[in-house]
């Protein structure tokens, strides 16, 4: 109980909604803080989602819209995962304001890695629960241990597995600096 309750409180931190309470905007409108997201009147199709996190809570896909977006998909049966939490956990405080992260866990994962990633400061890592591959296939990731990076227009343009570390970087580098 205590970790949902911790969970929720990091979560409404950072502005990801738990719920679909109306602040009198279009939830497809906002930005990550609850604010409109600058420039935009709804979000990019591949964000036009809701999900439930690993405590079960409502994620709403929209809130991601404005800024780019590295979802990191994991599982239970990936040897590589553990490690990788660091490394997924490490570019959400090294990107923090600048690029949403957001883990997504496979089917069956249960907690997921949450523990994992939380020496790193993963507590702004929200952790999806994937039911039915929906988000990867919704976003063509090609089993776990696989990221997909969105630019702040909905656009791919990094798909690959968590070995391949450096182009990853260069590719979050250049986002994160308006390039």
């Known amino acids: 109980m205590r970790s949902r309750v911790v969970v929720a409180a990091l979560l409404l931190a950072l502005g990801v909604p738990l719920t679909g309470c109306s602040s009198g905007t ?97 507590g702004r890592l929200p952790h999806l629960s994937d039911v039915g591959h929906a988000l990867r296939d919704r976003f063509h990731a090609e089993g776990i241990n696989t990221y997909v990076l969105l630019d702040e227009d909905g656009e791919v343009r990094y798909k690959g597995a968590g070995a391949e570390g450096d182009t990853l970087d260069g590719e979050l580098a250049a986002l994160a600096s308006g390039a």
């Open 26 to 122: 279009d939830p497809a409108t906002r930005g990550a803080a609850g604010a409109p997201a600058a420039g935009r009147q709804t979000a990019p199709a591949h964000l036009r989602f809701t999900a439930k996190t690993l405590d079960g809570t409502v994620f709403d896909g929209a809130a991601l819209a404005g800024r780019p977006v590295l979802f990191w998909f994991y599982g239970a049966a990936c040897a590589e995962c553990p490690a990788q939490a660091f490394e997924t956990a490490a570019k959400a405080d090294r990107y923090v304001g600048r690029v949403h992260v957001v883990a997504v866990a496979e089917p069956g994962t249960g907690n997921g890695l949450q523990g994992f990633a939380a020496p790193a400061g993963a």
